[in-house]
């Protein structure tokens, strides 16, 4: 149980183009989920918080024009990355938090290596 | 605020030695703290979790941590390290309502046959 998937798995695109991940909680409801970057050698920061039907908390520094995260239903939360440079480049972690017995635990998706040309 | 530090960036060890990664914690209040582990391209797997009940926790895999408050450490250890150990360790701090993670640099054990 407590699975979380992300897709894609690996996306490159060209500079300028906007990119999309989605991140689903597959056998529970998350009633928060939690996007992350990691860039290559380093540790993850959050970018955003995002509860469901409302619009995200943004960490200081995260353009959110930029990154749109956008938390449509329980089970489905997606980030855009608008206007992607090459500096974009990274590894887009999304973790889920469950609603009820495991709501002190966050389940981490796959990852989306993310590399813009 | 809330902070962790990890000492030692990488770490190699023999099969069958102790493994021990270190980690070190700042927070202005009683934290809830975490042992991840991360295989290549992966996300990150959950080994072991303290949240102020029993100072040292068990995890999977063998891999066990001792809450220390007067050394604000959490230090992740396993007797005996196996092949399938290397990979990156990440320790983690939040407060009691898990909203946010803070996530230390990462450790990464390197297991010598």
């Known amino acids: 149980g407590a699975v979380v998937s992300q897709h894609p798995s690996r996306v490159i695109c060209k500079s300028g183009t906007s990119v999309k991940i989605e991140c689903r909680s597959l056998?529970?409801?998350?009633?928060?989920m939690f996007w992350y970057r990691q860039f290559p050698k380093q540790s993850l920061m959050l970018m955003a918080t995002?509860?469901?039907?409302?619009?995200?908390?943004?960490e200081q520094g995260v353009e959110k024009d930029k990154f749109l995260i956008n938390h449509a239903s329980l089970t489905l939360s997606t980030l855009t990355v608008t206007s992607a440079h090459p500096e974009d480049s990274s590894f887009y972690i999304c973790?889920?938090?469950?609603?009820?017995?495991?709501?002190?635990?966050?389940?981490f998706g796959p990852g989306t290596r993310l590399t813009v040309l | 605020a809330q902070s962790v530090t990890q000492l030692g960036s990488h770490v190699s060890v023999s099969e069958g030695a102790l493994v021990l990664l270190r980690c070190n914690y700042s927070?202005?209040?009683?934290?809830?703290l975490f042992w991840y582990v991360q295989y290549p391209n992966q996300g990150l797997q959950l080994l072991l979790k303290?949240?102020?009940?029993?100072?040292l926790v068990k995890g999977i895999n063998g891999f066990e941590a001792e809450f220390k408050k007067s050394e604000t450490s959490f230090h992740l250890t396993k007797p005996s390290a196996h092949m399938s150990d290397a990979a990156e360790y990440f320790c983690?701090?939040?407060?009691?309502?898990?909203?946010?993670?803070?996530f230390g640099s990462g450790t990464k054990l390197n297991v010598k046959p």
């Open positions: 973790s889920a938090r469950a609603r009820g017995l495991s709501a002190n635990e966050q389940f």
């Open positions: 056998d529970f409801q998350a009633t928060t």
């Open positions: 995002s509860n469901e039907g409302s619009k995200a908390t943004y």
């Open positions: 927070s202005s209040v009683p934290p809830y």
């Open positions: 303290y949240t102020s009940a029993a100072t």
């Open positions: 983690a701090v939040s407060d009691h309502n898990f909203n946010k993670f803070y």
